[in-house]
């Protein structure tokens, strides 16, 4: 395992070559010298060789040019990703339209788990939804608590990355051997990477705006019931990056959290467990759980709390994630019998 995630991070990352090398010669060094050793070197490389192989042609995602949406609804470019800033982003950019395309690697496509489409603009639920995230995500917002806004910059943070964390944690705690921590792990990952591409997928598809552009021009939205505001803003504190540039629906956060929440149960057989864990977007705190649900409902929550989300596109973003989190788990990197 080592030393396959080495020969691919120095081909993906190579930036971190110096630091992976030095990972490397301390994992192994902890393994004694032996004919087994030398074999799961040359598995590791042979491993890495051919998911190399296999992925060679897989879409970059980058920033592009968008099309403007003009009809209620439609997604249209916001500050800061409206004016170019090159060599990083063009003018009206979003990020990574295509993902959606990229072969998957537990699923069968990215559209396999694709929700149906968004509330109608003119809806009553639409507008709850509305009046929901305007009072609950704004800048300095009354209605919410702080509790509330410090989930949400705690969750700011990459969520395949933090499920990764939270499955290496449960695989020391649990005590699982090598085979048992390859196979959640491995799983873990591609149910992550799989629930990007699907979302990616259903975003570009729907290609819905977000709050920030819904509540500024909620006045021409055809809907009565949301009153629009010109100077709405999500929070603005440090740990709050820009909404990001991507279709509102649905959440990829509430997707990736859905999904791991669902794999963790299913590989546990239990969706009760006690576990804490922490944030890189809010350092020096922690978040204590009792089951893997309990996750999943605060990671969806939080993108209400900051402003990035209506509440539907959380709902079905889980919802997407606990369906492709179950195809994965009972049809890839089943234990033989």
């Known amino acids: 395992m080592s030393q396959a995630a080495h020969d691919v991070l120095v081909i993906v990352a190579p930036d971190k070559k110096t630091d992976a090398?030095?990972?490397?010669?301390?994992?192994?060094s902890k393994v004694e010298n032996s004919s087994f050793k030398e074999e799961g070197i040359r598995i590791g490389i042979e491993a890495a060789a051919a998911i190399l192989e296999k992925r060679l042609n897989d879409l970059k995602p980058k920033f592009s040019t968008s099309d403007q949406g003009t009809l209620p609804g439609e997604y249209r470019?916001?500050?800061?990703?409206?004016?170019?800033?090159?060599?990083?982003w063009p003018e009206n950019a979003v990020y990574a339209p295509a993902w959606g395309t990229v072969e998957t690697f537990g699923t069968n496509t990215?559209?396999?788990?694709?929700?149906?489409?968004?509330?109608?603009?003119?809806?009553?639920?639409?507008?709850?939804?509305?009046?929901?995230?305007?009072?609950?995500?704004?800048?300095?917002?009354?209605?919410?608590?702080?509790?509330q806004l410090d989930m949400g910059?705690?969750?700011?943070?990459?969520?395949?990355?933090?499920?990764?964390?939270?499955?290496?944690t449960f695989a020391v705690n649990e005590k699982l051997n090598g085979f048992e921590t390859a196979r959640l792990l491995a799983l873990t990952h591609?149910?992550?990477?799989?629930?990007?591409?699907?979302?990616?997928?259903?975003?570009?598809?729907?290609n819905s705006w977000r709050p920030i552009t819904a509540i500024r021009d909620g006045e021409n939205d055809g809907n009565d019931n949301t009153p629009g505001d010109p100077n709405w803003i999500i929070p603005q504190r440090p740990e709050v990056r820009p909404t990001p540039p991507t279709p509102a629906y649905p959440s990829s956060h509430a997707a990736n959290g859905g999904?791991?929440?669902?794999?963790?149960?299913?590989y546990f057989g239990n969706d009760r467990?006690?576990?804490?864990?922490?944030?890189?977007?809010?350092?020096?705190?922690?978040r204590s759980y009792e089951s893997f649900s309990q996750l999943a409902d605060e990671i969806s929550?939080?993108?209400?709390?900051?402003?990035?989300?209506?509440?539907?596109?959380?709902?079905?973003?889980?919802?997407?994630?606990?369906?492709?989190?179950?195809?994965?788990?009972?049809?890839?990197?089943?234990?033989?019998k």
Not at 77 to 88: G, H, K, R
């Open 259 to 266: 999904a791991a929440a669902e794999l963790f149960k299913l």
């Open 21 to 28: 090398d030095s990972l490397l010669v301390e994992c192994l």
């Open 301 to 336: 929550l939080s993108r209400i709390y900051i402003g990035y989300h209506f509440r539907q596109d959380i709902i079905e973003g889980e919802k997407m994630g606990r369906q492709l989190a179950e195809f994965v788990y009972h049809n890839n990197l089943m234990e033989l």
């Open 77 to 88: 470019s916001y500050m800061p990703w409206a004016i170019a800033n090159f060599p990083i």
């Open 110 to 147: 990215g559209k396999q788990f694709r929700p149906g489409p968004p509330y109608p603009m003119n809806s009553p639920i639409y507008a709850s939804d509305y009046d929901e995230v305007k009072s609950l995500g704004c800048n300095e917002c009354p209605n919410r608590t702080q509790e």
């Open 153 to 168: 910059a705690f969750f700011i943070e990459n969520s395949p990355s933090a499920m990764n964390r939270i499955a290496r």
């Open 273 to 286: 467990k006690s576990f804490t864990i922490e944030s890189i977007s809010l350092p020096g705190t922690k």
């Open 190 to 206: 591609m149910v992550q990477a799989d629930m990007h591409i699907s979302i990616f997928d259903a975003k570009y598809f729907y």
